[in-house]
């Protein structure tokens, strides 16, 4: 359920939460009710879906994925997450980007759910 404990702790593992909704809207509240933000995924084929999850009432992660894995090697995008992950990418040369959100989003349209440098566990 949303409110277990393990849901709420942000772990670096081979970690799958499956849960049910009733709506977009809903899980994106699910999405967003934690205290960390580093990255998040949503599977779909529908583009209203697609880009609710990427506007300023979708995830509110660091790094907003469609069709691909939370698998951390978004290397290169800007990294960085929010909330109690962080938020840092406000130092140096990126100061002014402070006072906006950014976030790296990936869609991908294929059929196939591509891993980060060809990784393959098959």
């Known amino acids: 359920t949303p409110s277990a404990a393990v849901v709420k702790e942000e772990l670096f593992g081979p970690v ?14 699910i999405n967003n009710s934690v205290p960390q933000g580093l990255s998040s995924s949503i599977f779909t084929k529908r583009p209203e879906i697609i880009f609710k999850w990427l506007g300023p009432h979708g995830s509110d992660c660091g790094i907003v994925n469609v069709n691909i894995p939370t698998n951390g090697a978004e290397i290169g995008g800007a990294f960085g997450g929010e909330k109690a992950t962080g938020g840092g990418r406000e130092a140096g040369s990126d100061s002014w ?9 990936t869609i991908n349209y ?13």
């Open 16 to 29: 799958l939460y499956v849960m049910k909704f009733q709506s977009l809207k809903e899980a994106i509240e």
């Open 97 to 105: 980007k402070q006072y906006m959100r950014r976030a790296t989003c």
């Open 110 to 122: 294929g059929s196939e759910l591509p891993l980060a440098q060809g990784i393959n566990f098959g």
